[in-house]
């Protein structure tokens, strides 16, 4: 079981768009649409910002989506802004009852 | 709403056994909703799951960490626990507890984390 590929770092300006990737397997993000995706702020605890591949919870901004193409998934973050810089994990379900995380990818806002 | 609260010794000796334990408040460990989860994060690196427990006492561990690894839950306290024996080094990490939806692959909420230092 290793951990999903993301890149290191991606940044952008106020009010661009973004992309984040994370790059699995057939065993596990190209076998399930059960991805979720997490924002970690510097000293904090993740919050979930996508669940389900797709879903936002209650409460995260509309500005945040997800997607999926084969065994990669990916985070849209559109409108960029300073409060979004942090950095952000994806998460698979592996099968098996296990769950495997991403590598993690800083966000910065130029 | 769920609150997740971690606690246990911020220092463990070298081959020693690691143990946390995590508070739920707002809601029951035995009440099926959630599996109740664990987390670590070395200083500076990515997420690792540990394990899972569900409120029946069925558990599921990180392939890698099983053999070191035991989850259990205590209904009584409203509490679950993580031991992770023979620990080394590279076992330094913030540990988080988590509450999880397996349907949805959504750890929500987490816990405000707690540092384990692995030193002599």
């Known amino acids: 079981q290793s951990a999903l590929t993301q890149p290191a770092s991606v940044s952008g300006s106020p009010g661009q768009s973004i992309t984040i990737s994370c790059t699995g397997t057939s065993s596990d993000v190209g076998s399930y649409n059960l991805v979720s995706w997490y924002q970690q702020h510097p000293g904090k605890a993740p919050k979930v910002m996508i669940y389900?591949?797709?879903k936002r919870p209650s409460g995260v901004s509309n500005r945040f989506s997800g997607s999926k193409s084969g065994n990669t998934a990916s985070l849209t973050i559109s409108g960029l802004q300073a409060e979004d810089e942090a950095d952000y994990y994806c998460c698979s379900y592996a099968g098996s009852s296990t769950y495997v995380f991403g590598t993690g990818t800083k966000v910065t806002v130029l | 709403q769920v609150q997740l609260q971690e606690s246990g010794p911020g220092l463990v000796k070298p081959s020693e056994t690691l143990s946390l334990t995590c508070t739920v408040s707002?809601?029951?460990?035995?009440?099926?909703?959630?599996?109740w989860s664990w987390i670590r994060q070395p200083p500076g690196k990515g997420l690792e799951w540990i394990g899972n427990i569900y409120f029946i006492g069925s558990t599921n561990y990180n392939p890698s960490l099983k053999s070191r690894v035991t989850i259990s839950v205590d209904m009584s306290k409203n509490q679950f626990s993580l031991k992770l024996s023979s620990v080394t080094a590279a076992d330094t990490a913030v540990y988080y507890c988590?509450?999880?939806?397996?349907?949805?692959?959504?750890?929500?909420?987490w816990g405000q984390g707690t540092l384990v230092t692995v030193s002599s």
């Open positions: 389900e591949g797709s």
């Open positions: 707002g809601d029951s460990v035995s009440s099926g909703s959630y599996y």
């Open positions: 988590a509450s999880l939806l397996p349907a949805a692959v959504s750890f929500d909420p």
